[in-house]
């Protein structure tokens, strides 16, 4: 079974940087991912790594964030700068199977608030 543990949100004036990461124990054929959620709006998906290393980005996110995984650590990174206000949210590490986009398994954690100040 997969388990997924965020950590790493914060709050951080525009311009700065973090780094989240997810814990993720079995998720080594899945298709891992990054979704964020802000108040009153849709989740949505900020950037994908598929189980061979291919990644992909939302628009929003192109040039500022980057995700990564460790396989000898079991963890799933995202790497945020130049960040901004918009990017403020909850932000949740997912994995899919066999896909993040027609997936038939999906496991999500909890979420980390990232929180970005003017």
């Known amino acids: 079974q997969v388990q997924l543990v965020e950590s790493g949100g914060g709050s951080v004036q525009a311009g700065g940087s973090l780094r989240l990461s997810c814990a993720a124990s079995?998720?080594?054929?899945?298709?891992m991912a990054w979704f964020r959620q802000a108040p009153g709006k849709e989740r949505e998906g900020v950037a994908t790594?598929?189980?061979?290393?291919?990644?992909s980005y939302a628009d929003s996110v192109k040039g500022r964030f980057t995700i990564s995984k460790d396989n000898a650590k079991n963890t799933l990174y995202l790497q945020m700068n130049s960040l901004k206000p918009e990017d403020t949210a909850m932000y949740y590490c997912?994995?899919?199977?066999?896909?993040?986009?027609?997936?038939?398994?999906?496991?999500w954690g909890k979420g980390t608030l990232v929180t970005i100040s003017s």
């Open positions: 790594i598929t189980s061979d290393g291919s990644t």
């Open positions: 079995g998720y080594s054929r899945y298709c």
């Open positions: 997912a994995a899919m199977f066999p896909n993040c986009l027609t997936y038939a398994l999906d496991y």
